[in-house]
């Protein structure tokens, strides 16, 4: 049975949805657009809200879209329709890096495993220090399938893993710190002031590690407000997402595998952080790789655990990342 066309009121929750993912340095860098029969939507890079000196080749940008595409995918499924992706879809149009068509009701009511969407509202990125307690082996296992099933390898660290990229996440952010360029182009990002509809208020910044344990990227020069440091934990529990090529199409899946086990760990109380630093250095990045487990591009370095809930940061409005022009005149019809 084919659907009827999506209303404007439902493209907005789906937008809204979508436009609650994670993004670096809350650079919100997607729009959407409905298509013309109103059955589906397209997503868009939005390449004027790029971090081009810390992402030159528009990795991060990628895998942002990636995670708002997923939270399409998850709201769409709270509207009882399926989402069929396509990735990159025209060559000729790069900006366009999904399409997602929402003609046929969802075949099962919890396609994913569970239902998500609640979490989308409450998942936060917690910059916080986290008890000295360990996520269950059981949940654990739940979130390296989630990432499987999105095309990408979650792999938690046991000790040696996890010094190891704590020192090169060390070694990341002290390059990064003393790059002005990078360390401008980061600031300018940040919200100090005044109510904004991106970037990273001051009071999401969270503290540096008391022990310098962990390595909490530093938004901050000099001039500008710190917090107090804290003491973090001990050894903190990381794990890589990592993929097989390295292509925009695997930076998508990257994105809708990070943001898949975000949520599934909300759903569970477990708090997650990226620690971003070490993949911004091509050398770093490189080192971050498991030498025993074969080729693979380490996209993303999570730190989970159990802790306070990040604070939420502010994001666009729905007429800023939504645009419903072309869209068919039967969707409308009966709306307000």
Do not use: C
């Not at 939005?46 to 895998?63: E, M, N, Y």
């Not at 310098?212 to 500008?224: D, E, I, L």
């Not at 604070?311 to 409005?317: E, H, V």
């Amino acid at each position: 049975m084919t659907e009827q066309p999506l209303t404007s009121e439902q493209l907005r929750f789906l937008a809204a949805a979508a436009g609650a993912a994670p993004s670096l340095h809350n650079s919100q860098p997607w729009r959407f657009r409905s298509v013309p029969d109103s059955l589906g939507v397209r997503v868009y890079a939005d390449l004027d809200r790029a971090v081009p000196i810390t992402d030159p080749d528009g990795r991060a940008l990628h895998i942002s879209v990636g995670a708002a595409l997923f939270n399409l995918r998850v709201a769409a499924l709270r509207l009882g329709r399926d989402p069929e992706v396509r990735l990159l879809p025209d060559e000729a149009e790069p900006r366009l890096v999904a399409t997602v068509r929402l003609a046929r009701p969802s075949p099962v009511p919890l396609p994913l495993g569970r239902d998500l969407f609640d979490a989308i509202g409450q998942r936060h990125s917690s910059r916080q220090p986290f008890a000295n307690r360990d996520v269950p082996e059981a949940v654990l296992g739940e979130l390296i399938t989630a990432a499987l099933d999105e095309g990408a390898v979650l792999s938690p660290l046991e000790e040696a893993g996890v010094r190891r990229v704590l020192a090169l996440t060390h070694d990341a952010e002290r390059r990064t710190g003393t790059d002005l360029a990078r360390m401008a182009e980061t600031r300018t990002w940040l919200r100090p002031e005044k109510p904004a509809a991106d970037g990273i208020p001051v009071s999401a910044l969270g503290p540096q590690d008391h022990d310098a344990r962990v390595p909490m990227r530093s938004f901050t020069s000099r001039t500008q407000p710190t917090t107090a440091s804290q003491r973090f934990e001990a050894l903190p529990q990381l794990a890589t997402l990592t993929t097989h090529d390295d292509r925009p199409a695997d930076w998508l899946r990257a994105g809708q595998a990070m943001e898949r086990v975000w949520l599934l760990a909300t759903a569970h109380g477990v708090r997650v952080s990226v620690l971003h630093q070490a993949v911004e250095w091509p050398d770093t990045r490189w080192g971050l790789r498991e030498p025993g487990e074969g080729p693979g591009h380490v996209q993303l370095v999570l730190r989970l655990g159990y802790g306070p809930p990040g604070p939420a940061t502010p994001r666009r409005p729905v007429e800023e990342i939504l645009d419903l022009t072309g869209r068919a005149g039967a969707a409308e019809r009966g709306t307000s």
